[in-house]
C-alpha cells in the first residue's frame, strides 16, 4: 500500500469522523431545543388548566379532581371477594319486582344434588337498606372431600335510599353468610360528586361505611371521558391487600428487551413520582403507530405498596389518547403540552380523603 493511498484514506476518513460528530452534535442540540420547547409550551399549558373548572370525585378511600363536564363511570366494585354490581336508574317498585323475578326463577329448580335449589331467604331490614339475601344452587366440588368439598350461591339483593346493589361471590360456604348480613347494612347511597364525611369506601353510587367486619380486601376502577376528545382515555384503578413483584419499570424494562418497535416510543419521563410519602413510578410516551397516528401512553403505580392497610392499596393510573374503535386508532386530539399538562394536573390531584 502506498503512503499516498494512505495519507488520502486517513484524510477521508478523518472528514467522516468529523462529519459524524457534527451530524449526532446537531441531533443531540435539536433534541434539547425540542425538549426545551415542549417544556416550555407544558408550562403555558399548565397556567391556562389553571382556570379549568374542575370536579372532585371519591374513588375507594381517595380524592382524585378531574374536569367539571368529565364523564366519569366506575367498575370491577370488591369487597372481601363480593363483587358489587350498582343499578342507579331503578325505582322501588322496580327493585322489588326483581327480587320477585329472582324467587320465582329459582322456585322450581333443582341443584346438583337433586334437592330444591333455593335453600333460604334471609331478608335485610337495618340502618336504610333493605332487600334479600338468597342461598341456593349448592353443589359438591369435584376432588374435595364430601363434608366440606360443596360450595353454595349467596347473593345479596339490596337497596339504599336511591341506588340498588347486588352482591356475589364465585366461592361460598353457609360462613360466609354472617358476613354479608352485616357488610349489606353497612352500605349507602351516594351522588356522583358527593363526598362522604365518614370514614369508609367509595364505589359506583355507593359507600360503605368502616369498620368493615373483615380484613382489608377491596377494589374499584374509575374511568374518565373527557368532552370533545373522545379517542381520550383515563383510568384510575385500586386494590387494597395485593401487590406486585416488579415495578412499573421493571416491567417496561423487561418488555423493552428484543421490541423491535421501541423506535417507535419517545419517552417524555421515566422515573421516581412518589404519592403521600409512599414511593411510585411513572412512565410517560408518545406512541407512533403503524398507519402514522400519534397517540400517548401514560402510566403511573405505586411501588411494593404494603398489603395490610387500605390506604396503601396497588395504585395506578393511566391516560391514554389516538383511541379509536377496538383495533383502530387515530390522532391524539391532545397536543404532547396538552397531554402532559393534563396528566399532571389531574395526577398531582389524587389525595387520601380527609376525615
Not at 503512503?3 to 469522523?17: E, G, I, Y
Request: net charge negative; with cysteine.
Amino acid at each position: 500500500m502506498s503512503p499516498l493511498f494512505t495519507r488520502k484514506h486517513a484524510r477521508l476518513l478523518a472528514k467522516l469522523v468529523a462529519a459524524a460528530c457534527i451530524l449526532v452534535a446537531c441531533i443531540a442540540l435539536t433534541r434539547m431545543a425540542q425538549a426545551a420547547y415542549l417544556n416550555y409550551q407544558v408550562k403555558n399549558m399548565t397556567a391556562e388548566l389553571k382556570e379549568l373548572k374542575m370536579k372532585t370525585m371519591c374513588v375507594g378511600r381517595f380524592l382524585i379532581d378531574v374536569p367539571a363536564d368529565a364523564e366519569v363511570s366506575y367498575r370491577g366494585a370488591m369487597i372481601a371477594g363480593w363483587s358489587i354490581a350498582t343499578y342507579d336508574d331503578e325505582t322501588d317498585e322496580q327493585f322489588a319486582a326483581r327480587i320477585m323475578e329472582k324467587e320465582i326463577a329459582l322456585s322450581g329448580k333443582k341443584n346438583q344434588l337433586g334437592m330444591p335449589s333455593l335453600e333460604s331467604i334471609h331478608k335485610v331490614d337495618t340502618n336504610g337498606v333493605h332487600g334479600k339475601i338468597h342461598v341456593y344452587d349448592r353443589e359438591t366440588i369435584p376432588n374435595m372431600p364430601a363434608e366440606t368439598g360443596k360450595n353454595v350461591q349467596i347473593e345479596a339483593m339490596v337497596r339504599a335510599q336511591k341506588h340498588s346493589f347486588n352482591l356475589t361471590i364465585e366461592f361460598a360456604d353457609d360462613s360466609d353468610l354472617k358476613e354479608l348480613g352485616q357488610l349489606v347494612t353497612q352500605f349507602r347511597s351516594r351522588a356522583e360528586n358527593e363526598i362522604p364525611t365518614e370514614a369508609g369506601f367509595c364505589f359506583d353510587g355507593g359507600f360503605i361505611v368502616d369498620p368493615l367486619p373483615f380484613k382489608p380486601g377491596e377494589r374499584t376502577t374509575m374511568f374518565v371521558g373527557l368532552k370533545g376528545h373522545p379517542d381520550v382515555s383515563i383510568m384510575l384503578n385500586m386494590t387494597a391487600g395485593i401487590t406486585t413483584p416488579k415495578t412499573l419499570l421493571q416491567r417496561a424494562a423487561a418488555g423493552a428487551i428484543g421490541d423491535e418497535n421501541r423506535s417507535r416510543y419517545h419517552t417524555f419521563r421515566s422515573g421516581p413520582r412518589p404519592f403521600n410519602g409512599a414511593p411510585g413510578e411513572e412512565l410517560l410516551e408518545r406512541v407512533h403507530e403503524f398507519n402514522g397516528d400519534y397517540g400517548h401512553s401514560f402510566m403511573w403505580e405505586l411501588v411494593h405498596n404494603k398489603t395490610d392497610s387500605v390506604f396503601t392499596p396497588l395504585m395506578s393510573m393511566e391516560m391514554t389518547t389516538g383511541n379509536a374503535q377496538p383495533g383502530a386508532t387515530v390522532d391524539s386530539s391532545l397536543s404532547d403540552a396538552e397531554a402532559l399538562a393534563l396528566w399532571d394536573k389531574l395526577l398531582s390531584s389524587l389525595r387520601v380523603r380527609p376525615l
